[in-house]
């Protein structure tokens, strides 16, 4: 039902507008008083500050779009906790899983260029890597499967040696093929299509199928078709050790004897974030990842339906009254349906929702690990970001 209602939200706009975002501003002008966005910007960063106060974070950087597209950002405490520097709003932290959202908008890009199709196997797209039938279900999973995380992969970062071998060798540069041995020859854990488990490996196989498809990297296909047009500006890859305007990174979930407590000394991250590719590989301010959201899932980040394919969701093992498309997180909430993702690194945490019934999105990006210092999941917190732009737009009137 949730699903449906988002759909025809969406539908009803992709028939109602042009795909550039230019023209779907100027054909739903909104007027929101100066007044308006100061109480807003008092009562998040207020809200954001209380939080602070009482579960002791480092810092965080939260950010809303509003309905005609202005960004807010609430800076709140220390970006670095040794030195004692504030957080401002453009400071960049690793936002994790939230990057396979530019996997899936690209896979989107190809899909509606003919380039990819959904129920195709992924074998098809790579069947002159020979090791590739090593994959757990290689010759059954699909793009959709892979999208979905119902391919019965499961995740290389949590095999033991993984994170060892991270640590043992920080300058290493990580191909792709390199990573998915992790999983070779293992026995997968369910037949494609028939459960969901998530795992970045499948957004691995689908950033090797990409580069396949285009004769681009990664990396360059997403600057060129999305964060370049879209003047996502602080937006860069994490494909090095050095990551321009990176603010340090405090470590408590991810903490063990070979990991330190920061993440940056003299600005060189203690290992190479560049295996994360495809499964995150972004780092990013928090306006920027709500203006993505508010993008991307208001069907402006490119021309054409994506929507309808990127909402397929089915149940996901992921909290109650949340279920996974193509990419996105689908949540049902007192504001309607929220579209999103979260994500962790070591040193950072990240989540971005937007809200269709309303087209307000917000973002939240920490410079710790440990989302559970919260108390709740990062999305209520954004959540309530959101509640707090509805009332007082209402009030505005």
């Known amino acids: 039902m949730v699903l449906s209602l988002v759909l025809l939200v969406f539908l009803a706009r992709a028939e109602a507008a042009d795909a550039n975002p230019q023209e779907v501003a100027a054909?739903?002008?909104?007027?929101?008083?100066?007044a308006a966005r100061a109480r807003i910007t008092e009562r998040c960063r207020a809200y954001l500050a209380g939080l602070h106060a009482e579960r002791k974070f480092p810092g965080c950087v939260g950010a809303v779009v509003l309905p005609d597209a202005q960004v807010l950002s609430f800076p709140i405490g220390l970006a670095d906790l040794d030195r004692k520097r504030p957080m401002a709003a453009g400071d960049r932290m690793l936002s994790g899983s939230v990057g396979k959202t530019y996997v899936?908008?690209?896979?989107?890009?190809?899909?509606l260029a003919g380039r990819l199709d959904w129920d195709q196997k992924a074998i098809r797209y790579l069947a002159d890597e020979d090791w590739f039938r090593r994959i757990p279900n290689a010759e059954t999973m699909t793009l959709r499967h892979l999208l979905r995380h119902q391919s019965g992969i499961a995740r290389?970062?949590?095999?033991?040696s993984f994170f060892r071998d991270c640590y043992a060798e920080p300058d290493r540069v990580w191909r792709p093929r390199e990573l998915l041995a992790y999983v070779f020859d293992d026995e997968p854990l369910f037949p494609a299509g028939s459960d969901w488990a998530y795992a970045d490996t499948n957004y691995i196989v689908l950033g090797m199928i990409i580069e396949k498809v285009t004769g681009?990297?990664?990396?360059?296909?997403?600057?060129?078709?999305f964060?370049?047009?879209?003047?996502?500006?602080?937006?860069?890859?994490?494909?090095?050790?050095?990551?321009?305007?990176?603010?340090?990174?405090?470590?408590?979930?991810?903490?063990?004897?070979?990991?330190?407590a920061r993440t940056l000394a003299d600005g060189v991250f203690f290992y190479n974030p560049q295996f994360e590719w495809c499964g995150g590989g972004y780092a990013s301010s928090a306006g920027d990842l709500a203006r993505w959201a508010h993008l991307l899932y208001s069907g402006r980040a490119?021309?054409?339906?994506?929507l309808s394919s990127m909402l397929d969701a089915v149940p996901a093992k992921l909290g109650p009254n949340k279920?996974?498309?193509?990419?996105?997180?689908?949540?049902?909430?007192?504001?309607?349906?929220?579209?999103?993702h979260d994500g962790v690194m070591t040193g950072y945490g990240a989540t971005v929702s937007y809200f269709p019934d309303h087209r307000i999105a917000a973002a939240l990006q920490m410079n710790t690990d440990d989302v559970r210092v919260m108390g709740v999941p990062l999305d209520r917190v954004t959540l309530e970001l959101a509640r707090i732009v509805v009332d007082e737009l209402a009030r505005a009137g």
């Open 27 to 34: 054909s739903q002008p909104v007027a929101i008083s100066g």
């Open 104 to 111: 899936s908008a690209a896979a989107h890009k190809l899909m």
């Open 156 to 160: 290389h970062v949590f095999k033991p």
């Open 216 to 225: 681009r990297t990664f990396y360059d296909y997403v600057r060129e078709e």
């Open 227 to 260: 964060l370049a047009p879209l003047g996502l500006r602080e937006t860069v890859p994490s494909d090095s050790r050095r990551i321009p305007g990176l603010v340090q990174g405090h470590i408590v979930l991810f903490k063990t004897a070979q990991v330190p």
């Open 302 to 306: 490119m021309e054409g339906d994506y």
């Open 323 to 340: 279920r996974y498309g193509l990419g996105v997180m689908v949540s049902s909430t007192d504001l309607g349906p929220a579209l999103g």
